[in-house]
């Protein structure tokens, strides 16, 4: 089909394949030009393949981002590299980098994986799955989720016991424990990164007993519990599996707050949780769903429509900034809050409590450079040279970027931003 | 012979088998005749299902396939994709949508989701039956692009799409590009003015060889479809010529008897009706406004580069693609909102960017030194059931940064923000902190009782219940009010309604899916940029712009375009011309022609989108719709009225 595969020149590397650098790959792939789109996770997708419906359309976000991600991955313009980064790119002449691909051993042949799953099943270690964010276990032999692309198992070498009980129950002979790292030098035109986001990490603000109490989630833990290929097959709360019927949203967490280092506005969470509670009051119609929140940001196309149906459906508003939580002996928590309207403080009880938390950059995008510098902005997103007419123009010439890199942003914002970066590295290309 | 189908229900993961047995769906179907083999899974649009049919279609050597998931709107080009890698000819694949026809509509009765999903499956397998390989039709794409609007959005997509060796031409309907961005001092998030942007956008288009920008143009009909769309551009005259220079230009203006608002200052300021040469006007060439114009001939006698014999021209060109960014109006106030053109302190935010940029020094408005000043959020936003309801999203960034700037450049400024909640999302949160830090007052009125303004003996004062601080009735007197006037769509619809382009509940144009294909219309060949779509600041603007070009440029890039063979046939035989189907026609594909001497409808297939609206009306059924013939569709509605 394609004869890029062995070949170690491209027009454009694409560094994420998240929604953002899928999309940016796939314009330049439609428009001829070879790509090389390197994503250190086992599956291609990033955040957008995890979550569960998408506001502000409820779309369901597996059944929109798999045919892209399927266009994607078989289209022969483009080269896929999982479980592989990209580092000491460097100019070597005008519109010429070369760069280094590291490819973490998978020890499975992908070709020959039919995803049976009999390794997972022959498998005897069980771990935390981080594709459900904790919420079960997977073996060290696994298919990372069940809509990932590439669709094959991986061995997780560092769990591994390698007691070899998958090899032998492989029915193709795809394990293959011989495999190494490997590390390959490249050439490209130009370059876009789509390095996407973390996010905020709960443990960071202990009085919300994030870790301490099982029955406090992050937001992309109730995305898994929501999702149509969810674990549990409804929502229930972790301490003692009962379905949760007085549930509490907390916006805001890690954002908006200079203490934690992070001044800015995450820009989705207001618009998640009121797409999550929505789903949960669908889910589970007797439940009560609260949200604590500073200001509703339902800034975009659709969103106050949005919020306002979420208000006709009963969520319950409180515009309060909660200080701590507290557990009580059944594994409820209490909500000690400043209800800001009547500007005392006041304790609120739920079953469940869901953290909205903030939108971080990814770290390591400056390393990936050697020689030139790649600035990033006081918030470490990756600094937008020329933010009004030239958004996704970077420090280097060549360079461009796309979607969550450079701050955070909504699916359909990343697609457009995307779209502007594969615009001006087609311009480049062309020049 | 007979066909031989693979049959696939999908259970998209419990989208549809949560509340259909899509098992039971399967065991109702497997035995039909011409079903050689029929399958449940997971996610059919997922790779792993793909490879899975393609494998299936070769090894069973099927002649068609049907598809039972979600909408073919997300999928139709998925399990074409499908089809053609397992060498079957796309046509031959048949969707049947039973998520959203079935699962999702009846989530609350599973016996009766089923029943219907079989007989949406039965119904799927009688189309397939009937179904045909077909090619599509190739046409010839023009390797030019139209960009109608020269606001920030146009002008990005026009350089963006001349870089890319596309030939382009700029409409802009005003006698100056720059849209509403040249109007703007200072603007958010880098400070930098409107007027340098678009001097520098403007300087990189003006020296390109493939770029033809027509001002004060508008496009006044349009035939043919993507690939080759014509249009005819209308370009009302300047009146004054190249040669006329600034000093020239004075003269004129000193003699000019016409005096209007200035709409380029929203009207704070005026102007003769011979204008130009501001900051930020491109390009550097004075013009008359026509509309204002008396022709009363006192310019030309002063100014020998004036010609008031000018008349409109008139231009065809042809282009592959059309790219729409004629942006967005300011909301105007009713009178007497908030004290709107009842009580002269009271101005928009348009008028008082212009108003502080104006300024030097002082803040000077009506003869009085301006101090307090109180801004009130959301005017003609968020304003519920009854008006605009959307958020227009710029608008709280843009009024705290202005204030900022106001209270920088002006001594003694208080600012007074009577908001509904702030709404600095993302990076912008920065500039909402750096306000407070200035020491500015937020109130927040409650969503039943808004802000009030009222005046007593010329003194203006605003009134709110602030739930900040308990709904305690809170009351400022203040010189100036501003008003935070969202973006409504252009009152001017003429360009969309020539193209038919379909609008959203806001009224703004409507994409056709908003992630997966944000920048295209229903109107295959002509997208849509910037605030045309919905509100954007700029960077959300060029964005969008720049994925419209790519998308242009990739339909046209390649010389040749496929069309899809879905279109009418006409039997000559049957036709009487009875001109019925013309005019049903939404896109005029059919047009008269003649068999001999016969008069009969004929069919432009590039133009014809298959919509069908023909088919009924036609009174001699001499219309057939290929793929939805009356043949495949009564076989169809056979199968979906046969008992279970
Ligand atoms: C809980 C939650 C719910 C959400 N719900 C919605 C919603 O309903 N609607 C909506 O519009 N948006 C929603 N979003 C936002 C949405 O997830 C993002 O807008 C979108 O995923 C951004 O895509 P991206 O490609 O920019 O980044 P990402 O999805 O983060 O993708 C970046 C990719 O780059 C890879 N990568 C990073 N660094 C490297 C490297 N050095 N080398 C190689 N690869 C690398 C990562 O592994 C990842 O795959 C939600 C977000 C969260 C957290
Ligand atoms: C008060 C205010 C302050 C703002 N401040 C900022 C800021 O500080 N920072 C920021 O990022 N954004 C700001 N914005 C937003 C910014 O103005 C918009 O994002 C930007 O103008 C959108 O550009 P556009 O090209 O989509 O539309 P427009 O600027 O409206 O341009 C559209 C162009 O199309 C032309 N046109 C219309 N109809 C036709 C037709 N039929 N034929 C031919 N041409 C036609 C128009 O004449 C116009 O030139 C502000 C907006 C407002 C209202
Ligand atoms: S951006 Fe702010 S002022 Fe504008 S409509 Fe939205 S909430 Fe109201």
Same mark, same amino acid.
């Given at each position: 089909?394609?004869?890029?595969?062995?070949?170690?020149?491209?027009?454009?590397?694409?560094?994420?394949?998240?929604?953002?650098?899928?999309?940016?790959?796939?314009?330049?792939?439609?428009?001829?030009?070879?790509?090389?789109?390197?994503? =250190?996770?086992?599956?291609?997708?990033?955040?957008?393949?995890?979550?569960?419906?998408?506001?502000?359309?409820?779309?369901?976000?597996?059944?929109?981002?798999?045919?892209?991600?399927?266009?994607?991955?078989?289209?022969?313009?483009?080269?896929?590299?999982?479980?592989?980064?990209?580092?000491?790119?460097?100019?070597?002449?005008?519109?010429?980098?070369?760069?280094?691909?590291?490819?973490?051993?998978?020890?499975?042949?992908?070709?020959?994986?039919?995803?049976?799953?009999?390794?997972?099943?022959?498998?005897?270690?069980?771990?935390?799955?981080?594709?459900?964010?904790?919420?079960?276990?997977?073996?060290?032999?696994?298919?990372?989720?069940?809509?990932?692309?590439?669709?094959?198992?991986?061995?997780?070498?560092?769990?591994?016991?390698?007691?070899?009980?998958?090899?032998?129950?492989?029915?193709?002979?795809?394990?293959?424990?011989?495999?190494?790292?490997? #590390?390959?030098?490249?050439?490209?035109?130009?370059?876009?990164?789509?390095?996407?986001?973390?996010?905020?990490?709960?443990?960071?603000?202990?009085?919300?007993?994030?870790?301490?109490?099982?029955?406090?989630?992050?937001?992309?833990?109730?995305?898994?519990?929501?999702?149509?290929?969810?674990?549990?097959?409804?929502?229930?709360?972790?301490?003692?599996?009962?379905?949760?019927?007085?549930?509490?949203?907390?916006?805001?967490?890690?954002?908006?707050?200079?203490?934690?280092?992070?001044?800015?506005?995450?820009?989705?969470?207001?618009?998640?949780?009121?797409?999550?509670?929505?789903?949960?009051?669908?889910?589970?119609?007797?439940?009560?769903?609260?949200?604590?929140?500073?200001?509703?940001?339902?800034?975009? =196309?659709?969103?106050?429509?949005?919020?306002?149906?979420?208000?006709?459906?009963?969520?319950?508003?409180?515009?309060?900034?909660?200080?701590?939580?507290?557990?009580?002996?059944?594994?409820?928590?209490?909500?000690?809050?400043?209800?800001?309207?009547?500007?005392?403080?006041?304790?609120?009880?739920?079953?469940?409590?869901?953290?909205?938390?903030?939108?971080?950059?990814?770290?390591?995008?400056?390393?990936?450079?050697?020689?030139?510098?790649?600035?990033?902005?006081?918030?470490?997103?990756?600094?937008?040279?020329?933010?009004?007419?030239?958004?996704?123009?970077?420090?280097?010439?060549?360079?461009?970027?796309?979607?969550?890199?450079?701050?955070?942003?909504?699916?359909?914002?990343?697609?457009?931003?995307?779209?502007?970066?594969? +615009?001006?590295?087609?311009?480049?290309?062309?020049? | 012979?007979?066909?031989?189908?693979?049959?696939?229900?999908?259970?998209?993961?419990?989208?549809?088998?949560?509340?259909?047995?899509?098992?039971?769906?399967?065991?109702?179907?497997?035995?039909?005749? *011409?079903?050689?083999? &029929?399958?449940?899974?997971?996610?059919?649009?997922?790779? &792993?299902?793909?490879?899975?049919?393609?494998?299936?279609?070769?090894?069973?050597?099927?002649?068609?396939?049907?598809?039972?998931?979600?909408?073919?709107?997300?999928?139709?080009?998925?399990?074409?994709?499908?089809?053609?890698?397992?060498?079957?000819?796309?046509?031959?694949?048949? #969707?049947?949508?039973?998520?959203?026809?079935?699962?999702?509509?009846?989530?609350?009765?599973?016996?009766?989701?089923?029943?219907?999903?079989?007989?949406?499956?039965?119904?799927?397998?009688?189309?397939?039956?009937?179904?045909?390989?077909?090619?599509?039709?190739?046409?010839?794409?023009?390797?030019?692009?139209?960009?109608?609007?020269?606001?920030?959005?146009?002008?990005?997509?026009?350089?963006?799409?001349?870089?890319?060796?596309?030939?382009?031409?700029?409409?802009?309907?005003?006698?100056?590009?720059?849209?509403?961005?040249?109007?703007?001092?200072?603007?958010?998030?880098?400070?930098?003015?409107?007027?340098?942007?678009?001097?520098?956008?403007?300087?990189?288009?003006?020296?390109?060889?493939?770029?033809?920008?027509?001002?004060?143009?508008?496009?006044? +009909?349009?035939?043919?479809?993507?690939?080759?769309?014509?249009? =005819?551009?209308?370009?009302?005259?300047?009146?004054?010529?190249?040669?006329?220079?600034?000093?020239?230009?004075?003269?004129?203006?000193?003699?000019?008897?016409?005096?209007?608002?200035?709409?380029?200052?929203?009207?704070?300021?005026?102007?003769?009706?011979?204008?130009?040469?501001?900051?930020?006007?491109?390009?550097?060439?004075?013009?008359?406004?026509?509309?204002? *114009?008396? #022709?009363?001939?006192?310019?030309?006698?002063?100014?020998?580069?004036?010609?008031?014999?000018?008349?409109?021209?008139?231009?065809?060109?042809?282009?592959?693609?059309?790219?729409?960014?004629?942006?967005?109006?300011?909301?105007?106030?009713?009178?007497?909102?908030?004290?709107?053109?009842?009580?002269? +302190?009271?101005?928009?935010?348009?008028?008082?960017?212009?108003?502080?940029?104006?300024?030097?020094?002082?803040?000077?408005?009506?003869?009085?030194?301006?101090?307090?000043?109180?801004?009130?959020?959301?005017?003609?936003?968020?304003?519920?059931?009854?008006?605009?309801?959307?958020?227009?999203?710029?608008?709280?960034?843009?009024?705290?940064?202005?204030?900022?700037?106001? =209270?920088?450049?002006?001594?003694?400024? #208080?600012?007074?923000?009577?908001?509904?909640?702030?709404?600095?999302?993302?990076?912008?949160?920065?500039?909402?902190?750096?306000?407070?830090?200035?020491?500015?007052?937020?109130?927040?009125?409650?969503?039943?009782?808004?802000?009030?303004?009222?005046?007593?003996?010329?003194?203006?004062?605003?009134?709110?219940?602030?739930?900040?601080?308990?709904?305690?009735?809170?009351?400022?007197?203040?010189?100036?009010?501003?008003?935070?006037?969202?973006?409504?769509?252009?009152?001017?619809?003429?360009?969309?309604?020539?193209?038919?382009?379909?609008?959203?509940?806001?009224?703004?144009?409507?994409?056709?899916?908003?992630?997966?294909?944000?920048?295209?219309?229903?109107?295959?060949?002509?997208?849509?940029?910037?605030?045309?779509?919905?509100?954007?600041?700029?960077?959300?603007?060029?964005?969008?712009?720049?994925?419209?070009?790519?998308?242009?440029?990739?339909?046209?890039?390649?010389?040749?375009?496929?069309?899809?063979?879905?279109?009418?046939?006409?039997?000559?035989?049957?036709?009487?011309?009875?001109?019925?189907?013309?005019?049903?026609?939404?896109?005029?594909?059919?047009?008269?022609?003649?068999?001999?001497?016969?008069?009969?409808?004929?069919?432009?297939?590039?133009?014809?989108?298959?919509?069908?609206?023909?088919?009924?009306?036609?009174?001699?059924?001499?219309?057939?719709?290929?793929?939805?013939?009356?043949?495949?569709?009564?076989?169809?509605?056979?199968?979906?009225?046969?008992?279970?």
């Amino acid at each position: 089909m394609s004869s890029t595969k062995n070949s170690v020149s491209y027009d454009a590397l694409v560094v994420g394949a998240g929604i953002a650098g899928g999309e940016a790959a796939l314009n330049l792939a439609v428009n001829g030009f070879k790509v090389l789109l390197v994503e =250190k996770d086992l599956s291609v997708g990033g955040n957008m393949i995890k979550l569960s419906k998408v506001f502000p359309t409820l779309d369901c976000s597996a059944c929109i981002t798999t045919p892209k991600v399927s266009e994607i991955s078989r289209h022969p313009n483009i080269t896929i590299f999982t479980g592989s980064e990209a580092s000491n790119i460097r100019r070597v002449a005008d519109n010429h980098f070369v760069a280094n691909i590291t490819r973490q051993p998978r020890y499975v042949r992908v070709e020959d994986c039919t995803a049976c799953q009999l390794c997972e099943k022959a498998c005897p270690v069980s771990v935390r799955d981080q594709y459900q964010f904790g919420l079960i276990g997977r073996k060290a032999a696994y298919i990372p989720f069940s809509i990932a692309s590439p669709k094959a198992a991986a061995i997780d070498i560092e769990n591994c016991t390698l007691c070899g009980a998958c090899e032998r129950a492989c029915p193709t002979n795809c394990i293959d424990f011989t495999q190494e790292v490997e #590390h390959l030098e490249m050439q490209f035109k130009t370059v876009i990164l789509a390095t996407g986001f973390e996010m905020f990490d709960a443990n960071r603000i202990p009085r919300y007993g994030f870790g301490k109490y099982k029955n406090v989630l992050t937001s992309l833990q109730m995305e898994r519990e929501i999702a149509p290929t969810r674990p549990f097959n409804t929502i229930l709360r972790p301490s003692d599996g009962k379905v949760p019927d007085k549930i509490a949203y907390v916006l805001c967490v890690g954002s908006r707050d200079a203490s934690v280092g992070n001044p800015i506005c995450s820009q989705i969470c207001c618009m998640y949780s009121i797409k999550q509670s929505q789903l949960l009051m669908g889910a589970l119609p007797m439940a009560d769903v609260t949200i604590y929140y500073i200001n509703i940001r339902a800034f975009g =196309k659709g969103f106050e429509d949005f919020y306002q149906q979420a208000k006709g459906m009963g969520v319950n508003f409180v515009k309060g900034k909660v200080g701590s939580i507290s557990e009580t002996e059944n594994g409820n928590l209490m909500l000690r809050y400043e209800d800001i309207n009547e500007g005392i403080v006041k304790e609120e009880e739920h079953d469940m409590v869901i953290l909205s938390v903030g939108v971080l950059p990814n770290e390591g995008t400056t390393s990936l450079f050697s020689e030139e510098q790649l600035m990033l902005d006081p918030y470490r997103f990756v600094h937008q040279t020329d933010g009004l007419a030239n958004p996704s123009h970077t420090s280097i010439d060549g360079v461009f970027v796309a979607g969550t890199a450079t701050g955070p942003m909504d699916i359909p914002d990343a697609i457009l931003s995307a779209g502007s970066a594969s +615009s001006e590295a087609i311009s480049y290309l062309l020049k | 012979m007979d066909k031989r189908l693979g049959v696939y229900i999908c259970h998209c993961g419990g989208n549809i088998s949560d509340y259909v047995d899509v098992e039971k769906v399967r065991e109702a179907i497997e035995n039909d005749g *011409c079903v050689l083999m &029929s399958k449940t899974t997971q996610f059919a649009c997922s790779d &792993s299902n793909q490879k899975e049919m393609v494998l299936d279609i070769q090894e069973q050597n099927l002649s068609g396939i049907v598809v039972a998931s979600c909408s073919p709107k997300l999928h139709l080009n998925t399990f074409r994709q499908v089809s053609e890698r397992a060498d079957l000819n796309k046509y031959n694949y048949v #969707h049947a949508n039973i998520r959203e026809q079935a699962s999702w509509a009846h989530s609350d009765d599973k016996k009766g989701a089923t029943e219907k999903t079989i007989l949406l499956v039965k119904a799927a397998i009688a189309k397939a039956r009937l179904a045909e390989s077909l090619t599509p039709n190739k046409i010839m794409a023009i390797n030019a692009v139209a960009v109608i609007g020269g606001g920030v959005a146009g002008l990005k997509a026009a350089i963006s799409l001349s870089d890319k060796n596309t030939q382009v031409v700029l409409i802009e309907r005003e006698p100056f590009i720059g849209g509403r961005v040249g109007q703007w001092g200072e603007m958010f998030t880098t400070n930098q003015t409107g007027n340098e942007l678009i001097s520098s956008l403007y300087a990189q288009l003006v020296t390109r060889k493939n770029v033809q920008i027509y001002t004060n143009s508008e496009v006044v +009909s349009y035939s043919g479809s993507i690939g080759d769309f014509s249009l =005819k551009i209308e370009t009302t005259p300047r009146y004054i010529s190249q040669d006329c220079d600034a000093k020239e230009l004075q003269k004129a203006m000193d003699v000019c008897p016409v005096v209007v608002p200035d709409p380029f200052t929203f009207g704070i300021t005026n102007r003769k009706a011979i204008y130009g040469f501001a900051a930020s006007q491109y390009p550097k060439q004075a013009t008359i406004d026509d509309a204002a *114009c008396t #022709h009363c001939g006192a310019c030309e006698k002063v100014s020998k580069n004036i010609d008031l014999s000018l008349q409109k021209e008139m231009v065809e060109l042809h282009v592959g693609s059309v790219l729409m960014a004629t942006g967005f109006d300011p909301y105007t106030p009713e009178n007497g909102e908030f004290g709107y053109a009842e009580n002269e +302190s009271v101005i928009t935010l348009p008028q008082f960017k212009k108003l502080i940029d104006n300024s030097e020094s002082k803040l000077i408005y009506k003869g009085k030194e301006i101090k307090n000043i109180a801004y009130i959020y959301c005017v003609g936003s968020r304003q519920g059931d009854e008006g605009n309801s959307y958020c227009s999203r710029y608008c709280c960034t843009s009024t705290i940064h202005s204030a900022i700037i106001a =209270k920088k450049k002006f001594k003694n400024i #208080h600012n007074f923000h009577f908001n509904r909640g702030i709404r600095t999302y993302g990076k912008q949160e920065v500039l909402y902190a750096e306000s407070l830090k200035l020491g500015d007052l937020y109130l927040q009125a409650t969503d039943d009782s808004p802000a009030e303004v009222y005046s007593e003996n010329g003194r203006t004062w605003v009134k709110v219940n602030d739930i900040l601080t308990e709904s305690k009735e809170m009351q400022v007197e203040v010189d100036l009010v501003v008003l935070v006037t969202g973006m409504v769509p252009r009152s001017d619809k003429k360009v969309s309604t020539l193209f038919k382009l379909p609008k959203g509940r806001d009224r703004f144009l409507n994409e056709i899916h908003m992630k997966l294909r944000p920048v295209e219309t229903a109107i295959d060949g002509i997208t849509i940029a910037g605030t045309c779509q919905s509100p954007k600041n700029v960077a959300e603007s060029v964005n969008s712009s720049l994925s419209a070009a790519t998308k242009a440029f990739s339909y046209i890039s390649k010389g040749e375009l496929e069309t899809e063979p879905i279109v009418v046939e006409i039997d000559a035989v049957k036709c009487t011309w009875c001109n019925e189907c013309s005019t049903a026609c939404p896109f005029d594909a059919i047009t008269q022609g003649l068999d001999g001497d016969r008069k009969i409808a004929v069919v432009n297939t590039t133009v014809c989108k298959g919509c069908g609206m023909c088919t009924p009306v036609c009174p001699t059924d001499a219309i057939d719709l290929v793929t939805f013939s009356s043949k495949e569709i009564m076989n169809m509605i056979d199968a979906l009225t046969e008992q279970i």
